[in-house]
């Protein structure tokens, strides 16, 4: 593996919507590829025939079936008020989350 | 007089705690703990650091009522008056949340996590918050954007962690129980390395509602103790199917404290070889062997086991758990919760930047990790790569399991480590974790108890695992190891 370039990076960082500084790009890929190494020892192993697994029910059969038999009832309850949530958001009008202009006209 | 130097070891016992709030009042029992933290956590007692937020309007109310229901002869429940805090990735109402990051700086969650209602519920008095590694990502506490912890056993060394504030809190004695998180080794690794007894419960035997989630097919929430017996009691009041959370499993719960009366004669103990190679401290080996001997003296079988993927968990572990953060971490943006970048006029902008100004360099390097590992042309190499190891991690134990009850070995390589020592090097900090991940990634229950010291005097933990859901065997074997502890200490 010919190991992460600062280019991408900085293309990872932008999928992340993570903005970092010059001083930190090049100190990012050394430790990426630092980990990258280590994780290289997974391809001596042979998967061809492995199942993944995602989940710890995977492996115990227990997940729920795909007619969603085990599904709480769809009934409805009480929700968090939402005073409550907008009281502690960064910036609200009470009702809704602000935000920046997105679309510009 | 300082807390470490009370006889028989610092941490509070429950007994010792709901005796104290029975005696007295669970209201005075908050107000000593409350001085006890104020006197000795921060730098101008011993520095610890291990609380970031009281809640003292809420423990008081609690304390009271528990207080009322006590002097009327009632049953306050198994916790009565007890003092317990929780990692600071639990929402609690009436205490800030911050998992440790600078992202969430101040915001106060409008609602409780299951854990919490249910420590309450059983009469505990929740003190307050603890520190613990940023998004629980690390092996030292010392990624938390509010400073370091210190082992209260050893104050230039690490608690471990992530869940570091909890070991120290409840090794330093200022609570009788603490809550922590586990994805990686986080309960069990900051147990060993302070001295207490730590659990990881089966993934989905304990509800995670309410917790700020880090890689969601690994995070589990699981107690700190003083000793085994307090554990099977936590682990009682936490246990349990909860609507809130899909993936809490709707299967009986055990009589925790009933099951430790029944001795351990005849369990097949697996010791696998793996866990005793290149790396592992000798005192730690000496140790971890002598406890092994002991469960042989108490009529236990040993049997040599094999687990012979162990070697891929780290890699396999930091795969899957950074592309989970990597999305679960995507809703910290600047949206809903905590501070917001001044410093942007576009809403992405807003995104890059409220992100690049609240998490700290590890967080960011997982992040990358896991949006690198799910990203175009390396999906299939890395993250379903590790998908696939993780089955065969998993069928490692499933297959040991069919010939042993329980598997015992070392919690941790080495001692806990000096503050600073491995800061530098991710990988290195990672391989601290080299005994806890595999149980992970297979959802196997798992606990440390602590099982001597070196010659210096810092502890040394030993892991126990058990079958999916069988923390009833977990427990008693854990039990067996305590005891003999106690018995060759008083010789």
Excluded at chain 2, 127 to 134: S, V
Excluded at chain 2, 209 to 229: H, K, M
Excluded at chain 2, 342 to 355: E, G, I, V, Y
Excluded at chain 2, 392 to 410: M, N, T
């Amino acid at each position: 593996m010919s190991g992460v370039s600062l280019e991408e990076v900085r293309r990872v960082a932008e999928l992340a919507n993570l903005e970092l500084t010059p001083e930190e790009e090049p100190r990012m890929q050394r430790d990426l590829n630092a980990i990258l190494e280590h994780v290289a020892q997974l391809s001596e192993l042979d998967t061809a025939n492995v199942e993944p697994m995602a989940q710890v029910g995977d492996l115990l059969g227990t997940l729920s079936g795909e007619a969603g038999e085990s599904l709480r009832a769809d009934a409805m309850r009480p929700s968090i008020d939402r005073k409550a949530v907008m009281a502690v958001a960064p910036e609200s009008d009470g009702r809704f989350f602000k935000v920046p202009k997105v679309i510009e006209r | 007089m300082s807390v470490l130097e009370t006889a028989g070891g610092p941490a509070v016992s429950l007994a010792a705690a709901r005796e104290a709030a029975r005696n007295g009042t669970a209201t005075a029992l908050a107000e000593r703990h409350y001085r006890l933290v104020a006197e000795l956590d921060g730098e101008s007692g011993l520095g610890i650091n291990s609380f970031l937020a009281l809640s003292r309007e809420r423990a008081l109310a609690q304390a009271a009522r528990v207080d009322a229901l006590l002097a009327k002869g009632e049953d306050a429940g198994p916790l009565a008056g007890v003092p317990v805090a929780v990692k600071d990735v639990f929402a609690m109402k009436g205490a800030p949340a911050t998992a440790g990051s600078k992202i969430l700086r101040g915001w106060m969650p409008p609602y409780d996590a299951t854990a919490v209602a249910k420590l309450e519920a059983a009469g505990a008095v929740i003190l307050g918050k603890l520190n613990c590694d940023e998004f629980a990502m690390g092996s030292s506490n010392e990624n938390s954007a509010y400073g370091a912890v210190r082992n209260p056993r050893a104050l230039d060394r690490v608690p471990g962690g992530s869940s570091g504030g909890s070991a120290a809190a409840l090794a330093a004695g200022f609570a009788a129980a603490t809550l922590g998180t586990d994805t990686g080794g986080s309960i069990r690794q900051p147990a060993a390395f302070c001295g207490v007894v730590g659990v990881l419960p089966t993934y989905g035997r304990v509800s995670r509602f309410g917790l700020i989630a880090f890689a969601s097919s690994l995070d589990r929430v699981g107690p700190f103790t003083a000793n085994v017996a307090d554990a099977a009691t936590l682990l009682g009041v936490l246990a349990g199917k909860d609507p809130l959370d899909a993936t809490s499993a709707d299967r009986p719960v055990d009589d925790y404290t009933a099951a430790l009366a029944k001795p351990v004669d005849g369990f097949r103990i697996g010791v696998p070889e793996e866990y005793f190679g290149e790396g592992l401290d000798p005192e730690i080996r000496a140790a971890v062997e002598s406890a092994i001997a002991g469960l042989q003296a108490r009529g236990c079988e040993i049997v040599p086991i094999s687990l012979p993927h162990n070697r891929y968990a780290i890699p396999t572990y930091y795969v899957l758990a950074t592309a989970e953060a990597s999305s679960n971490l995507s809703r910290f943006d600047g949206v809903r919760f905590g501070p917001r970048s001044q410093d942007a006029n576009t809403l992405s902008a807003m995104f890059r930047k409220t992100r690049e100004e609240g998490f700290g360099p590890e967080v960011k390097r997982r992040i990358l990790l896991g949006t690198y590992a799910l990203s175009a042309g390396y999906y299939d190499a890395y993250y379903r790569k590790a998908q696939q190891v993780r089955t065969l991690v998993a069928r490692d134990f499933l297959d040991a399991f069919a010939k042993v009850d329980a598997i015992v070995g070392p919690m941790t390589p080495t001692p806990p480590f000096k503050l600073g020592e491995k800061v530098d090097d991710p990988v290195a900090m990672y391989l601290a974790d080299i005994y806890s991940v595999a149980a992970s990634l297979a959802g196997i229950c798992g606990m440390s108890v602590p099982c001597g010291t070196t010659k210096d005097g810092l502890p040394i933990g030993v892991q126990i695992m058990a079958r999916h859901f069988d923390e009833s065997t977990m427990l008693r074997v854990g039990l067996a190891i305590e005891t003999n502890v106690a018995e060759a200490q008083t010789k």
